[in-house]
């Protein structure tokens, strides 16, 4: 069976760092699965791995694309995993590591997306969850879908609980069910997925103090280099984080302390959704960020089943 390692999680939470430390010790190489970090020009604002880091470690899929390309994550699904198949044809166990769970979806589990959508059964659905509460709509997923309701961490990842539902109502078969065939289609990989876990307001100053980095590295130039180039549109196509408030500040609209505010909470918010992204994946481990020790346990483990 193929093997890879995954180093996911929220924004701000240290994954590069990890992955790097993962990848020196398993002598092997990266494929970045950070949507935003596949576009050049713009690695600031993503805080795509440095030169140095990326001299350290090779990384596969950083800056390859222009931003005005796109990249949809079933086209990423195929080349993410012919380069892991590659890596390791030549002996190598690939790093996975990114906070796009959609893309770490893809890779590990091929794209799934059910077989039918219809919007005005989402709509229903939604405006259900708001009547009637999260609770409500998780009760009736595990009255028709025990075993993906067992998946599922919260109530609160309503994106989840709404497709399962909505592929029910449609089909008149569980979400599950679907799945299970798609996977048995699919070549098998098992990936060991790890996640730094911080406090709350500890990852929430962390983020604090990376914006301010982020701006103090350059990235409102960064921003004005790519309106200049042409690609304004595509920063608001992207709905890269930040990169309108840089944008709004070089109109005018904004100061620059105003565009930094409004970033970091942005910032706060989209690691607020990530974390319930992640926590409904119960293959995910969780090590204790500010545990050193754990974490270096957890590098030799991984190191020492290589070489076993």
Same mark, same amino acid.
């Given at each position: 069976?193929?093997?890879?390692?995954?180093v996911?999680?929220?924004?701000?939470?240290?994954?590069?760092?990890?992955?790097?430390r993962?990848?020196?010790?398993?002598?092997t190489?990266?494929i970045?699965?950070?949507?935003m970090?596949?576009?050049?020009?713009?690695?600031?604002?993503t805080a795509?791995?440095?030169?140095?880091?990326?001299?350290?470690?090779?990384?596969?899929?950083?800056?390859?694309? *222009?931003? #005005?390309?796109?990249? @949809? $994550?079933g086209?990423?699904?195929?080349l +993410? /995993?012919?380069k892991?198949?590659e890596?390791?044809?030549?002996?190598?166990?690939?790093?996975?590591?990114?906070g796009?769970?959609?893309?770490?979806?893809?890779?590990?589990?091929?794209?799934?997306?059910g077989?039918?959508?219809?919007q005005?059964?989402?709509?229903?659905?939604?405006?259900?969850?708001?009547a009637?509460?999260?609770?409500?709509l998780?009760?009736?997923?595990?009255?028709?879908?025990p075993?993906?309701?067992?998946?599922?961490t919260?109530?609160?990842?309503?994106v989840?609980?709404?497709?399962?539902?909505?592929?029910?109502e449609?089909t008149g078969r569980?979400?599950?069910?679907?799945?299970?065939?798609?996977?048995?289609?699919?070549?098998?990989?098992?990936?060991?997925?790890?996640?730094?876990?911080?406090?709350?307001?500890?990852?929430?100053?962390?983020?604090?103090? *990376?914006? #301010?980095?982020?701006? @103090? $590295?350059?990235?409102?130039e960064?921003? +004005? /280099?790519l309106?200049?180039?042409?690609?304004?549109?595509?920063?608001?196509?992207?709905?890269?984080?930040?990169?309108?408030?840089?944008?709004?500040c070089?109109?005018?609209?904004?100061?620059?302390?105003?565009?930094a505010?409004?970033?970091k909470?942005h910032?706060r918010?989209?690691?607020?959704r990530?974390?319930?992204?992640?926590?409904g994946d119960?293959?995910?481990?969780?090590?204790s960020?500010?545990?050193?020790?754990?974490?270096?346990?957890?590098?030799?483990?991984?190191?020492?089943q290589?070489?076993?």
């Amino acid at each position: 069976m193929n093997r890879a390692i995954a180093v996911v999680g929220p924004t701000g939470s240290g994954k590069t760092g990890l992955a790097i430390r993962l990848a020196k010790a398993l002598n092997t190489e990266i494929i970045s699965a950070d949507s935003m970090q596949f576009y050049r020009g713009m690695e600031i604002g993503t805080a795509a791995p440095t030169p140095e880091e990326q001299a350290a470690v090779p990384h596969h899929f950083v800056g390859f694309l *222009r931003p #005005d390309e796109t990249m @949809a $994550a079933g086209h990423y699904e195929r080349l +993410a /995993r012919a380069k892991a198949t590659e890596l390791l044809a030549r002996g190598r166990i690939p790093v996975v590591v990114g906070g796009s769970g959609l893309y770490i979806s893809a890779f590990i589990d091929g794209l799934f997306d059910g077989p039918a959508r219809a919007q005005s059964v989402r709509d229903r659905l939604r405006a259900q969850a708001v009547a009637e509460g999260n609770a409500a709509l998780m009760a009736r997923l595990r009255a028709v879908d025990p075993q993906y309701a067992d998946q599922l961490t919260s109530e609160n990842d309503l994106v989840r609980i709404i497709r399962a539902l909505e592929v029910f109502e449609i089909t008149g078969r569980p979400f599950s069910e679907w799945h299970r065939e798609h996977q048995a289609a699919l070549t098998p990989w098992q990936v060991d997925q790890v996640a730094l876990l911080w406090d709350r307001d500890l990852l929430y100053e962390r983020i604090n103090r *990376r914006v #301010d980095a982020m701006i @103090a $590295a350059g990235w409102r130039e960064e921003t +004005a /280099r790519l309106i200049e180039a042409g690609y304004e549109k595509d920063l608001y196509r992207l709905k890269a984080l930040g990169y309108q408030e840089m944008a709004a500040c070089l109109r005018g609209d904004c100061t620059l302390t105003e565009a930094a505010e409004m970033t970091k909470q942005h910032h706060r918010r989209y690691a607020k959704r990530q974390m319930t992204w992640f926590r409904g994946d119960k293959r995910i481990q969780w090590l204790s960020a500010t545990d050193e020790p754990a974490i270096a346990t957890w590098i030799d483990d991984m190191a020492g089943q290589r070489k076993g």
